[in-house]
């Protein structure tokens, strides 16, 4: 049975309308926060790196980190930053704090790119 056009005998259109075409583009679900592309540090890499407090990162939020690169964690609403390794087949974040280990509950912000030293200006 045909719902529209040409209606012949005992053809009559069915008594519903069409269903709602389907919105067009892609709704994404808005980011709590905006991501930064720059952090600046605190003291957690001052003795393994040499980069004093104040020192601020360029991160890359959309690349995977490999072992080795500094990485700017998220950890229960605080950002910190360290080494990315894999111990034991899992990763870990090393600092001069420690070692932690990378899970579910820790969000990546992204991986450094560029370092800028702190600027002692009086």
Known sequence: MRSAGDVGIGQEPLPFDPPPAAPVGVRRRP???????SYR???ELARSRGW???TELVVEPGRRPAPGDVVVVREQGAE???VFQHRFGRPVLVSDRGVGWIGPQIEVLGVATLVAAALDVP
């Open 31 to 37: 980011l709590a926060e905006p991501l930064r592309s």
């Open 41 to 43: 540090l605190g003291a």
């Open 52 to 54: 004093p407090e104040g």
């Open 80 to 82: 910190r930053a360290g």
